[in-house]
């Protein structure tokens, strides 16, 4: 399974800015997809997640009010609608996908991982 996000640039405090990651390959094995993030000088952080043919979504505290993920119930294309940023949502977006179950928000239950794409916000 290959994944390209899409979608970051620069954006002011209060913006919105949306994220797309595009899987390609053997996506019918997908148990998962999700997006992580790591800000300067922090930890990997979970920010959400999408469950294939549920739809069933997870959330980081975080972000929860703020961010929504969508996506095709085939695990093809997630989404990322990221509203009311602020400076601490400044990171490297990263979009993953795994066929393991178990905690949406551990790492190692992703076994692919794409290039990150850069959001920063300033106020």
């Known amino acids: 399974v290959q994944l390209q996000a899409s979608g970051g640039g620069s954006v002011h405090a209060a913006g919105s800015l949306k994220l797309s990651c595009d899987a390609s390959?053997?996506?019918?094995?997908?148990?998962?997809m999700a997006w992580f993030r790591q800000g300067p000088g922090k930890e990997r952080e979970f920010v959400a997640a999408l469950r294939r043919s549920s739809g069933t979504t997870f959330y980081g505290d975080s972000v929860k009010g703020r961010f929504t993920i969508s996506g095709d119930k085939a695990l093809t294309m997630m989404y990322l609608q990221m509203n009311d940023l602020k400076d601490e949502d400044t990171a490297v977006y990263y979009c993953?996908?795994?066929?393991?179950?178990?905690?949406?928000?551990?790492?190692?239950?992703?076994?692919?991982w794409g290039p990150g794409t850069q959001v920063t916000v300033s106020s």
């Open positions: 993953a996908a795994g066929t393991r179950f178990g905690d949406p928000g551990i790492e190692s239950h992703y076994e692919y």
């Open positions: 390959g053997r996506t019918s094995t997908l148990y998962r």
